[in-house]
């Protein structure tokens, strides 16, 4: 029989009347003939509660506990919708990620999939189960620990199954209907795109549109994964969403297709380092080394051989850049007058495909910020994407002046 995946997040599965709701859309789908696999998220705020616990108890935490337990706000919801599916009389059981086994490296929290072996699952299919209901966000590592796959890993688990069950589709249920041309909650004007392509949901994922996990899109274009996002609200259940397919699927498009931003970004600057063959990769190789994700670099103008290099990275980063880079100095590796942090900045990206062949976006993008007072602290582009950063407290205004300036509550 043909396989579908279906995923709920958080809040689609956030009380027990939520997941059987849930339970009815896939139990529609079972009616089609589907085998359905459903990946589930903890219920909405159990994550960030358990999240806390860790914290509270072990500052400085073993990582494998922290995965031990933060891993298990899935498990109480696989059980749960397993349940609710029998409670229809849909065949059903839940599965932990270790019983699958899906498998992942033991990068702790951040784990990678590297298999997912179907033949458990399979065997269970061809006996007359109709619904593996599967925990998302956690595999286990060779060494047999329980492993997560990184804040919003259950968009992953889904497609990772997708690709490996060849399933029809990959339907990912949110809170929102759709991508938008940016996030809903704040900018009124976001519109709903019928489709988007693979790379750019993949940039604005990375640069902060939470809607989809990065490396869910980064599988699902490699394995070529039918990718939908839509409401598990809606009462219809065949609305259609967001499609996430490839450049060639896509008739028309805006030159900019989104505007994405990322509030926890933090701003360091090492005032007056030696401006020296060999600087930048003895500033960057410790931090890399650290495990600090190092995003924008800008190096200013040297005067008498000093220069200022500033670069951005996580908030929560900030901590381990500043002892990386320390360390480095005590060891005479690099030599700086100060190290200021700026935590109280954000990113605001413009996003599109269609810059590869327009120019003047990056200028627009300026004067619109400008127009309206915002100073840009940083910058940075590829090919299809100009990123600034800028005071946290315009961020809400800079994404609603680009979403205007590029037109993009109006289809092409
Ligand atoms: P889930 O719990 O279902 O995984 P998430 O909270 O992780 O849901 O992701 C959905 C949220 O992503 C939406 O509520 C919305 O606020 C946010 N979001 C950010 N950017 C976008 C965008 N471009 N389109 C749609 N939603 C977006
Ligand atoms: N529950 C996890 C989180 O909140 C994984 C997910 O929902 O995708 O990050
Ligand atoms: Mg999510």
Same mark, same amino acid.
């Given at each position: 029989?043909?396989?579908?995946?279906?995923?709920?997040?958080?809040?689609?599965?956030? /009380?027990?009347?939520?997941?059987?709701?849930?339970?009815?859309?896939?139990?529609?789908?079972?009616?089609?003939?589907?085998?359905? *696999?459903?990946?589930?998220?903890?219920?909405?705020?159990?994550?960030?509660?358990?999240?806390?616990?860790?914290?509270?108890?072990?500052?400085?935490?073993?990582?494998?506990?922290?995965?031990?337990?933060?891993?298990?706000?899935?498990?109480?919801?696989?059980?749960?919708?397993?349940?609710?599916?029998?409670?229809?009389?849909?065949?059903?059981?839940?599965?932990?990620?270790?019983?699958?086994?899906?498998?992942? +490296?033991?990068?702790?929290?951040?784990? =990678?999939?590297?298999?997912?072996? /179907?033949?458990?699952?399979?065997?269970?299919?061809?006996?007359?189960?109709?619904?593996?209901?599967?925990?998302?966000?956690?595999?286990?590592?060779?060494?047999?620990?329980?492993?997560?796959?990184?804040?919003?890993?259950?968009?992953? +688990?889904?497609?990772?199954?997708?690709?490996?069950?060849?399933?029809?589709?990959?339907?990912?249920?949110?809170?929102?209907?759709?991508?938008?041309?940016?996030?809903?909650?704040?900018?009124?004007?976001?519109?709903?795109?019928? =489709?988007?392509?693979?790379?750019?949901?993949?940039?604005?994922?990375?640069?902060?549109?939470?809607?989809?996990?990065?490396?869910?899109?980064?599988?699902?274009?490699?394995?070529?994964?039918?990718?939908?996002?839509?409401?598990?609200?809606?009462?219809?259940?065949?609305?259609?969403?967001?499609?996430?397919?490839?450049?060639?699927?896509?008739?028309?498009?805006?030159?900019?297709?989104?505007?994405?931003?990322?509030?926890?970004?933090?701003?360091?600057?090492? *005032?007056?380092?030696?401006?020296?063959?060999?600087?930048?990769?003895?500033?960057?190789?410790?931090?890399?080394?650290?495990?600090?994700?190092?995003?924008?670099?800008?190096?200013?103008?040297?005067?008498?051989?000093?220069?200022?290099? +500033?670069?951005?990275?996580?908030?929560?980063?900030?901590?381990?850049?500043?002892?990386?880079?320390?360390?480095?100095?005590?060891?005479?590796? *690099?030599?700086?007058?100060?190290?200021?942090?700026?935590?109280?900045?954000?990113?605001?990206?413009?996003?599109?495909?269609?810059? =590869?062949?327009?120019?003047?976006?990056?200028?627009?993008?300026?004067?619109?910020?400008?127009?309206?007072?915002?100073?840009?602290?940083?910058?940075?582009?590829?090919?299809?994407?100009?990123?600034?950063?800028?005071? =946290?407290?315009?961020?809400?205004?800079?994404?609603?002046?680009?979403?205007?300036?590029?037109?993009?509550?109006?289809?092409?």
């Amino acid at each position: 029989m043909p396989v579908l995946v279906m995923k709920f997040g958080g809040t689609s599965v956030a /009380t027990l009347d939520r997941i059987r709701r849930a339970a009815k859309r896939v139990g529609v789908e079972v009616a089609k003939g589907y085998d359905v *696999i459903v990946i589930v998220s903890a219920m909405s705020g159990e994550t960030n509660k358990l999240v806390g616990y860790v914290g509270e108890t072990s500052p400085l935490y073993d990582a494998r506990e922290y995965d031990a337990v933060v891993s298990s706000g899935e498990n109480v919801t696989a059980g749960l919708m397993a349940l609710t599916l029998q409670e229809m009389d849909v065949p059903a059981r839940s599965w932990q990620g270790w019983q699958v086994p899906v498998q992942t +490296t033991s990068a702790h929290s951040a784990a =990678r999939i590297e298999d997912i072996p /179907t033949d458990n699952i399979n065997v269970k299919f061809a006996e007359g189960m109709r619904v593996a209901v599967v925990a998302g966000f956690q595999g286990v590592s060779p060494e047999g620990r329980i492993t997560t796959l990184g804040r919003g890993g259950s968009d992953t +688990t889904a497609v990772a199954f997708a690709a490996a069950f060849d399933a029809e589709r990959c339907d990912i249920y949110t809170d929102v209907d759709g991508v938008y041309t940016t996030d809903p909650r704040i900018a009124d004007k976001a519109r709903k795109l019928d =489709r988007i392509a693979f790379e750019e949901m993949l940039e604005l994922a990375s640069l902060g549109a939470k809607v989809l996990q990065t490396r869910s899109v980064e599988l699902a274009m490699r394995y070529n994964v039918k990718l939908r996002v839509l409401s598990s609200f809606e009462e219809q259940s065949d609305a259609a969403g967001t499609l996430v397919c490839s450049e060639e699927e896509i008739m028309e498009s805006n030159v900019v297709s989104g505007i994405a931003y990322s509030r926890d970004e933090a701003k360091m600057t090492l *005032i007056s380092v030696a401006d020296r063959p060999g600087i930048a990769a003895a500033i960057f190789g410790p931090l890399s080394e650290a495990g600090v994700n190092v995003d924008m670099i800008v190096q200013n103008i040297s005067e008498e051989g000093r220069t200022d290099m +500033t670069f951005s990275c996580p908030t929560d980063q900030v901590l381990r850049a500043e002892k990386a880079l320390a360390a480095a100095k005590e060891r005479g590796d *690099i030599n700086y007058h100060d190290l200021v942090a700026d935590t109280n900045v954000a990113k605001v990206s413009a996003v599109g495909i269609g810059m =590869r062949s327009q120019s003047g976006v990056a200028a627009k993008m300026f004067k619109t910020l400008s127009d309206d007072g915002v100073n840009i602290k940083v910058i940075a582009t590829s090919e299809i994407k100009i990123s600034v950063l800028i005071d =946290r407290k315009y961020m809400e205004l800079a994404v609603q002046a680009l979403h205007d300036a590029f037109e993009l509550d109006k289809t092409a």
